[in-house]
């Protein structure tokens, strides 16, 4: 169904009732998402969905979390500000996502979930950062990030060189990110376990301060020594360029430095924010 380039500001609930596969509403006077009436069977068979060049301001609503088989959505040169979470509970078979000229200033993490997706277009926004889970789309053939001013992740220097460094820079930072995670995680279990040792060997849980710091890191630094002797070390990664590179925390405790500096580094920028 075609009804783009005209002066539509309201979606009747009939035409959400036929079962389309295509519904261009582009370049008309939207200025919100059309209610989920009874019997919506437009949500479970549309493919594409074109509503670029309207007065959009949101798509926060019941319909857009109910798209079963979406595979190209086109929010381009609206008002939006905020794309909604559930966007990466969208059909696992979505492709493109356009939603360039618009007043974003973040995008959310669920985005990396949609990882079958080959075009996305986020450029003249504000935006200042691209969450690094957006690493996990390996897919990626068209990413666009131009004409944000105040994005500073990825830096410029990554966006210039296009769609596949950027994916593989977000790669990188996601690693690390997850490796941060696991650290804290142990540290913690370091935590509890301590904490249980002092209970039992005190009868409660009066400790000296200094002692209970010392023996956390002690804890912690055992399990990263008995990590290290079963791991050993981590074989080079590969990112999406084909490049090879030494993964963050390689070496719990490094013991080859000459591994490190073999490795081709590329310094970006360091912000301070």
Wanted: charged fraction near 30%; aromatic fraction near 6%.
């Amino acid at each position: 169904l075609l009804l783009a380039g005209n002066k539509i500001f309201w979606v009747p609930p009939a035409v959400l009732r036929m079962p389309l596969f295509t519904l261009d509403l582009s370049h008309n006077r939207l200025q919100h998402l059309p209610e989920k009436p009874p019997e919506c069977v437009f949500a479970a068979s549309v493919r594409l969905l074109h509503l670029g060049h309207n007065e959009l301001r949101s798509l926060d609503g019941p319909l857009f979390q109910s798209f079963e088989a979406l595979e190209e959505l086109i929010v381009e040169s609206n008002l939006i500000r905020k794309l909604p979470a559930c966007i990466g509970n969208l059909s696992p078979s979505m492709q493109l996502l356009w939603a360039g000229e618009n007043r974003l200033d973040e995008v959310p993490a669920t985005l990396g979930r949609l990882t079958n997706l080959r075009s996305l277009r986020l450029e003249t926004n504000w935006l200042r950062t691209i969450p690094v889970e957006l690493g996990q789309c390996t897919l990626l053939e068209d990413l666009n990030l131009f004409n944000n001013p105040s994005l500073y992740q990825p830096p410029s220097e990554v966006v210039v060189r296009g769609c596949l460094a950027i994916v593989s820079y977000l790669q990188r930072l996601l690693e690390a990110k997850c490796l941060r995670a696991r650290d804290e995680s142990d540290l913690e279990d370091g935590e509890a376990a301590a904490n249980k040792t002092a209970d039992d060997s005190t009868g409660g849980p009066d400790r000296e301060e200094d002692d209970e710091e010392d023996l956390d890191e002690e804890d912690y630094y055992r399990r990263r020594r008995r990590r290290s002797e079963e791991e050993d070390v981590r074989p080079p990664a590969t990112d999406v360029l084909g490049d090879t590179y030494l993964p963050a925390q390689a070496l719990a405790e490094p013991k080859h430095a000459v591994r490190y500096l073999n490795q081709d580094c590329h310094l970006l920028k360091v912000y301070c924010e």
